[in-house]
């Protein structure tokens, strides 16, 4: 029960299938809300070692273990009270309060209690009925030098990409990649916020931890919604310099449920791209497993992604790789393992503008990399010298396509490169005209 008038109120649970916890687990008692501010309760049960002349009382290493938690997106005070009451008098065990600060989603107050004080040690069998309260006063937001005093440590930037984000993107004219450079949706929590807490605050919503490449595509490597209750921001964060973080966010109806995701899993985002409109749109991401065989995800892409007016003008199916590339794989009948897909790779399915359309691999590429348009601050033109090691230096200088590996992706900043480029030749020319002179002056 709560009574939440005011900036004060009283929490009251009771947990009536406590032994049902297994030892060493912590359950999560469902949300609520007190002085405008989201709670949540934890309740754990921790089996201590025994020695040798203890180990008659089966109960006597056996230890309640409480969690207080602030479920919101704000730093919250309070002055609280907080444990198990006599479940026959309901009466505190302790008549304590504490001045306390939680950073969002952060852990507020714990506490342990030895069943033996909870109920009457004659009983043959304890009840498995327990009364957690959390007793709020002056609950409120933070004022920062509480905030400061109160060690709820760094702050974490969470880069939210959702399908929006990847439209936008894709909008752009940026063909590959999928990860938008600058994320609109941000949200800030600490090092002491709790990954679950976070995760789990919307039951419709889940997110997947993603490494952002350089070249604009996601690694997904876990599911934050399947973190232990105990993990914190601080420890996944990798940058202590600049805490920041990439998720994916995947929202479902009520009526369904997210598949579960393990060491097998694969996420796949899928692209469209019409050729009687020329751009790209984005129809959603899919989980497989490693061992999925390719035509099977492409039959779940036409089910649940594709219009059904696309897949009978039928399509042709891309699988993106590395250096802007791509490899067909309508007819592929492999694994999603066997030709290399990693969870975060990028599908493209390009509809056909007439049902006999026949267009080589290679076509099909020139066509994307024409149309695609880097992220801005990228480099765009970008040459490597190699195999130059037999060049003869002379008072002139010749580059072979043998020579001179060259990429031009934007024409917005060919020009600077050109001209970088140029530099290069012409420092290279003076050095080799005073390599000539200096070799003709020892020769006299």
């Known amino acids: 029960m709560g009574d939440g008038r005011g900036q004060r109120g009283v929490y009251e649970y009771h947990l009536n299938n406590f032994k049902a916890i297994p030892g060493g687990a912590m359950a ?46 704000e730093t919250v005070y309070s002055e609280i009270k907080f444990g198990i009451v ?11 309060r504490t001045s306390k600060v939680a950073a969002p989603f952060a852990c507020m107050e714990v506490c342990s209690i030895d069943v033996r004080n909870l109920w009457d040690p004659n009983q043959r069998e304890l009840s498995d009925t327990l009364v957690v309260r959390a007793d709020f006063k002056n609950i409120r937001a933070a004022t920062h030098e509480e905030q400061r005093s109160s060690k709820i440590g760094r702050r974490v930037k969470i880069q939210i990409i959702d399908k929006n984000s990847i439209n936008k993107r894709l909008n752009k004219k940026r063909f590959f990649g999928i990860a938008p450079s600058a994320t609109e949706r941000n ?12 995760s789990t605050k919307d039951p419709n919503c889940r ?20 973190a232990p209750l105990d993990e914190t921001f601080g420890q996944i964060v990798k940058n202590d310099a600049h805490p920041t973080l990439t998720v994916l966010e995947e929202i479902k109806r009520s009526d369904e449920t997210f ?3 393990d060491d097998n899993s694969v996420f796949v985002f899928i692209k469209n791209f019409d050729p009687n409109f020329g751009d790209l749109s984005y129809l959603g991401f899919l989980q497989a497993k490693k061992t999925t065989k390719c035509q099977s995800l492409l039959g779940q892409i036409e089910r649940q992604l594709m219009d059904d007016d696309d897949v009978t003008r039928g399509y042709n199916a891309y699988l993106e790789t590395e250096m802007r590339n791509i490899e067909e794989i309508t007819f592929n009948d492999s694994t999603v393992e066997e030709i290399g897909m990693y969870s975060g790779n990028c599908i493209i399915i390009r509809c056909k503008k007439t049902p006999s359309e026949e267009l080589a691999v290679e076509e099909v590429l020139h066509g994307f990399q024409n149309s695609h348009v880097e992220d801005e601050g990228s480099e765009c033109m970008q040459f490597d010298i190699v195999n130059c090691n037999a060049m003869e230096m002379s008072g002139h200088l010749e580059f072979t396509d043998d020579c001179v590996h060259h990429s031009v992706t934007s024409c917005d900043q060919a ?30």
């Open 28 to 73: 999560l008692i469902p949300s609520f809300q007190l002085g405008d501010f989201e709670w949540r309760v934890g309740v754990g049960r921790h089996i201590q070692p025994l020695c040798s002349s203890e180990a008659a009382d089966e109960h006597r290493n056996e230890m309640v273990q409480l969690a207080l938690f602030s479920d919101d997106s």
């Open 86 to 96: 006599d479940p026959k008098e309901a009466k505190w065990l302790s008549d304590e």
């Open 187 to 198: 949200c800030t929590v600490y090092c002491t916020s709790h990954v679950h807490n976070f």
């Open 207 to 226: 997110y997947l931890l993603c490494e952002r490449l350089s070249d604009g595509n996601l690694i997904a490597k876990r599911c934050l919604n399947d």
């Open 259 to 261: 598949q579960v995701v």
């Open 415 to 444: 020009q600077a490169s050109f001209l970088r480029l140029a530099k290069l030749l012409a420092i290279s020319f003076a050095f080799g005209c005073t390599f000539e002179l200096l070799r003709g002056r020892q020769a006299t």
